[in-house]
């Protein structure tokens, strides 16, 4: 059985890039070949000089105005690229050369609190200010706009009164680490 390559692209802390990378440590048949990162001082970058990771930063003339990125990524072959926090808009060169095979994860229940400017803290913020009494996470086909590609999974938690939009973070963080790892390995294997 071929091995399966993972590239992930993310723009902050990289806990799920982490989270991600561990899971499939154990696992023979896939592997994390890189993460792109487009914030040069990025905990991210950190978190894989720790983990053995390449971790390749770019500008976003790379990404926008070339087919820089583009040939960086073709050249790595991956069966699957996963955004993990990662917060630019994905340019038409890349979707159009991996279709189907660009996911994202949200921290959200699309289509609540998705769209341009909808990221991190903002989505829990968001979800405290309207009160609601659940929230949690979409992961999703990437298309060229933001967060509106087709659904593949979504796990739900409950928000309570009490919470805080940091506690609500925390929660969707944990749905995150638990279902991320698991689409990803069921659609590599699917
Ligand atoms: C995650 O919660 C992810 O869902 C969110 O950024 C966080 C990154 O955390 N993504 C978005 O908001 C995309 N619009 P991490 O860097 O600790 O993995």
Redesign the pocket.
Known sequence: MNTKRIVLF??????????IVNYFNDETHITVTAVFTNKRDA??IDRCNRLNISALFFNKHAFINSDCVLEMVKALKPDLIV?????WKIPENLINAFPNSII????ALLPKY?GKG???M??HQAVKDNHEIETG?TIHYVNSN??EGAIIHQAKTIVTKEDSPESI?EK??QL?YEHFPKVIEQLLKG
Not at 83 to 87: E, I, N
């Open positions: 993310a723009s902050g802390s990289g806990s799920n890039v982490e989270n905990k991210v955004l993990a926090g990662f917060l994202n994860i949200h921290p998705g909808m990221y991190g903002r989505v996470i933001y967060d973070a969707v963080h995150e």
